[in-house]
Each structure stands twice: as C-alpha cells, then as structure tokens.
C-alpha cells in the first residue's frame, strides 16, 4: 500500500467542523482512500471510503483532491464522542486477495467541550 | 445488532501457559483475521482465514495458532505464550477479500505475559 502522511494531533472544539487532512503523493490509479477511527480502548472502526468523487455518510464527509494527492475527513459538527485516532489508509482495488489495513500512526484528535 | 465479540477483553498469565482467546462474529462473514496492536508498530497482522477450513499467515504469525471450523469462530492460541506476545489483539471480520471490503473491529483482548 503507498504511504500516507497525517498530522500526529489536531484540537477542536464542541460543535465546530474538524478538516483532517492527508497527503498521499504516491497514490495509484487504482487505489480507495480509506478512513478508520480508532477511539479510547476500543477496536478500529470504519468511518468512511471513496475513489475520486467526495463522500458523504452518516458519520462524515470525505473530500478527494482533483489529482489524488490529498484528501480531506470532514466532521461537520464535533462531539467529545469524536475524540480519537483517526487512520488515513490507501487500499489497491486491484488485488482480490488478503489485504490486511496498514494502520500508520494516525491523527489524534482531541475535542474540547 | 452487528457485532465482533472477542473473550477475554484482558488477560494475565506466565510463560508457557497455553491460552486461547475467542472471537465470534454474527455477520455471516467469510474473511476474518487476527492483528495485534503494539506502541510505535501499529496493527500488524497475525493471521487470517478466507472462509471455513482456509487460514494462512499474516506479517507476524510465530507463536500462534488459529483454527476455523465454523463461519462465526476464528480462535487465536497462543500454545507456550512468551512475554514478547503481550501485546493488545483485535479480532475483524469482513464479508469478503478485497480492498473494498469494510473490516469490522472486535473490541480488543489486552494481553499480559509474565
């Protein structure tokens, strides 16, 4: 999997939108950019994928620069429930077969109430 | 509800004392695998199965066993565990191989090796 590169801690406070950016120079046409989260004592959680387009679900919105290089997680509106690591992860469509997640270090963010 | 369960959530023990630690998954899913999770190295995999009666080994599979006899179980034993095996292990599943695949976390089992 190509490398991803995250800030190692962002702040926010209660109820702002949080921007938390990655930068994937090295990304290949057919790699998903991939989002999982991993809060206090808990297992990793899947937030959110995509390809080229932006994405919106439930839990966030995912912006894709136009050349791939970068990409944005977006929470609209941040809950101290938000608080954790969150994980920017390429993963190649190409191969079918075990593809375990590379987690590297990750963002960690803190919401302040 | 959805759901990777994992027992124990934490165990201590000593060296050389065979342990097993459960995962189940209620999703129907063929692909489940083993990572462990240590400070500065991130989750490495440890091994994974692709469906019943097929496991094969992750990045750091020494030390371990695993078994799948049904879809839902994929058990970890760690037959003469050593300190070096104390880590934090997460169980996942997913409904397939693949990179498109969402892997759903089980809520981890801290481990202690004396």
């Known amino acids: 999997d190509a490398k991803t590169t995250q800030p190692n801690s962002m702040e926010s406070n209660e109820e702002e939108p949080v921007h938390l950016p990655c930068n994937h120079s090295?990304?290949?046409?057919?790699?998903?950019i991939h989002w999982y989260r991993q809060l206090p004592s808990q297992g990793p959680e899947y937030v959110i994928h995509?390809?080229?387009s932006n994405v919106n679900n439930r839990m966030a919105s995912l912006a894709i620069a136009e050349d791939r290089k970068s990409s944005t997680l977006i929470l609209h509106r941040a809950t101290l429930r938000d608080a954790a690591v969150y994980y920017c992860?390429?993963?190649?469509?190409?191969?079918?077969?075990?593809?375990?997640?590379?987690f590297g270090k990750g963002t960690r963010l803190s919401v302040i109430a | 509800e959805a759901q990777v369960t994992q027992n124990p959530r934490y165990l201590i023990t000593v060296t050389g004392k065979k342990l097993t630690v459960t995962c189940s998954q209620n999703?129907?899913?063929?692909?489940m695998s083993w990572y462990r999770q240590d400070p500065g190295l991130g989750l490495r995999q440890i091994y994974y199965?692709?469906?019943?009666?097929?496991?094969d080994k992750g990045d750091v599979p020494e030390g371990y066993k695993v078994s799948r006899k049904e879809k839902r179980n994929f058990p970890l034993i760690l037959e003469s565990p050593s300190p070096n095996q104390t880590s934090l292990y997460f169980c996942?599943?997913?409904?397939?191989?693949?990179?498109?695949?969402?892997?759903?976390f089980g809520p981890g089992t801290r481990l202690l090796v004396l």
């Open positions: 995509g390809l080229t």
């Open positions: 992860i390429l993963r190649d469509i190409g191969w079918e077969g075990n593809t375990p997640l590379v």
């Open positions: 090295t990304i290949s046409g057919t790699d998903y």
């Open positions: 199965s692709m469906n019943v009666e097929v496991t």
């Open positions: 996942a599943s997913s409904s397939g191989q693949g990179a498109q695949k969402t892997q759903y």
């Open positions: 999703m129907n899913h063929e692909y």
